[in-house]
């Protein structure tokens, strides 16, 4: 899965007020309306595609600080997490922490593959998580702890396919995407069965990603915009999450920043270093 990588941006009690939104939230639709006909001429290859758009998101690692909030009907006050985030790709390590609200600061998600780790605050405690429960949601929200720590990828774990060529694709309508579907290897880590992609022809920027079950359902959406240049990337600093059927709700993650290849400081990515107490 393209994680949902990227973040990101990447992540519950009542914290910061922030507004409910003033319009209720659509559910996605599945495909783009407007959609036209592949160019004549060769198309680059659609594995290749998928490569650019991760190097775009992930680099070889990223340290990224970013707000996440949770906006329901069912509340009167959004719910704001504040998250710190450091993504190692070329070892395929991950750790998440969370910096507030203070009733869940501390927690942290750390990847070493095959082993997902969850520490808790509250009791103290690091936990191996078992591999059906990297698709949980983190901490209410509409991210699964699998897209967090880039548990699967969307580069390796799927096979890729260009099916057209948007001429209308972001939010404005006003840019060129090829829209590409990935399907799952048989056995791969892969958290979706297939999963349809937005990526923008220029600067390989993903713009959409439809996520799509095992029975073929699409059950979510995720759109990226508020791109800004960074280290001579296109990057989405504003992630959108919106649930099929979920109407009303939506998770949203703001970048707020990010560093592409960071050196990581040695012990960071051990259960050791979770508990800062310990």
Sequence with gaps: MIRTSILAAALLAAGVAVAEPEDPVAPPTPLAPDVSALPAGPLPDAREIAQRAEEVLRGQGTRIEATMTIFSRKR?????????????????????????????????????????????????????????TWSEAFLGSDFSRDDLVRGSSGALDYDHRVLEVDLHAGEAGDQRAFVVEYTAHPGARAAWARIVAWIEVEHATPLRLDYYAADGVLFRTLRLDDVREVAGRRFPHRWVMRRTGAEGRETQIQVDRIRFDPHFEAGLFTTSRLDPEG
């Excluded at 609200?101 to 509250?122: D, Q, V």
Aim: positive net charge; without cysteine; proline residues 11%.
């Design 76 to 132: 009167r006050r959004a719910r704001v997490i504040t998250l710190r985030v450091f993504d190692d790709r070329r070892d395929d390590r991950a750790l998440v922490r969370v910096l507030s609200p203070e009733k869940h600061a501390g927690t942290a998600l750390l990847k070493l593959p095959p082993n997902l780790w969850l520490f808790s605050p509250e009791k103290r405690e690091t936990t191996r998580l078992p591999g059906p």
